[in-house]
């Protein structure tokens, strides 16, 4: 004997059919509405930050072509002809070599010293539980807050006392210390988000502590390594306080050093193409690292979320 039975509708089905019943006929092209409103305020918000970030600097580059009664009498009109002897007159006549040079050196040498030091110790206060662990990480959270202005004059009595004022392996170890705070603070946090499973496998394969870190972890916190770099590299390259008060040397002056002095040496006849097109000059390296590092620095900002 055969029987023939309806299937009873899933509850699913009736679910979404009675949501769909109940859902008021005006609400999503509402919500559609809102959305769109939305999506144009964020993105008129964003052209105007754009706006105002691009126009001064465009303005800047701009005005480094020109010849100096141009800069007044037509500040915002293009020049007339390309004025390539500001460029290389502020590269020789005003230094700007040897204060690029000099620049090179310091944030070369003090960013290389602050990656390897920093994430060395980011490491092992991430993976490793020790008697005083919280209390040291805390206590490079306290660097951070510290005002950098507290600390000038003994900071200038200390390096003094050391020998190595007006030098720049001294200023190198300033810029060195003055980093380390935040490169532990983001590199601590980033090496916790890599994955335990890889070093456990080179323990056991017979790899030192000192090989895991340098052949195994520190190629993988690559994404955290340039991204801090780049946030070092640009405190480190604008800086200004710190050179002004440790390297009152004329010869070892920094960027930032020959920029003032170009705006102030010649008083009311002030070369002010010369002074646009070394502002130009300091401005561009900057630019010009986090144009090509631009997708790592994205990466090792999100790298905690993506866990």
Request: without cysteine.
């Amino acid at each position: 004997m055969k029987t023939t039975e309806t299937p009873a509708p899933m509850p699913a089905e009736s679910g979404v059919t009675d949501a769909g019943k109940d859902a008021p006929a005006g609400e999503r092209p509402r919500e559609k509405r809102e959305g769109t409103a939305l999506n144009v305020f964020s993105h008129g918000m964003l052209v105007l930050w754009a706006f105002m970030v691009v126009l001064p600097l465009l303005w800047a580059v701009m005005t480094s072509f020109k010849d100096d009664s141009s800069i007044f009498s037509s500040p915002w009109a293009l020049p007339d002809k390309l004025h390539f002897e500001n460029w290389a007159r502020a590269w020789t006549d005003a230094n700007m070599s040897d204060y690029f040079l000099n620049t090179v050196l310091v944030v070369g040498g003090s960013l290389i010293g602050t990656l390897v030091l920093g994430s060395m110790a980011a490491y092992v206060l991430a993976r490793f539980d020790f008697p005083g662990n919280r209390f040291i990480y805390y206590l490079f959270i306290g660097g951070m807050s510290f005002p950098i202005m507290l600390a000038l004059v003994p900071l200038f009595y200390v390096v003094n006392n050391m020998g190595l004022l007006n030098t720049i392996h001294g200023l190198i170890l300033v810029y060195i210390a003055y980093s380390l705070p935040f490169t532990v603070f983001f590199l601590t946090a980033f090496f916790r988000t890599l994955p335990t499973s890889v070093a456990e496998a080179a323990f056991v394969d017979g790899a030192s502590h000192t090989r895991t870190f340098f052949q195994i972890m520190l190629p993988m916190a690559k994404p955290g390594l340039i991204s801090v770099g780049i946030f070092n590299f640009l405190g480190q390259w604008n800086q200004y306080m710190l050179p002004t008060v440790l390297n009152t040397d004329p010869d070892k002056h920094v960027l930032t050093q020959g920029l003032v002095q170009l705006a102030a040496s010649q008083g009311y006849k002030g070369d002010w193409s010369g002074l646009f097109a070394g502002l130009v000059m300091a401005m561009l390296p900057v630019l010009a690292a986090y144009i090509v590092f631009q997708r790592q620095v994205v990466q090792g900002l999100t790298a905690g979320a993506l866990k």
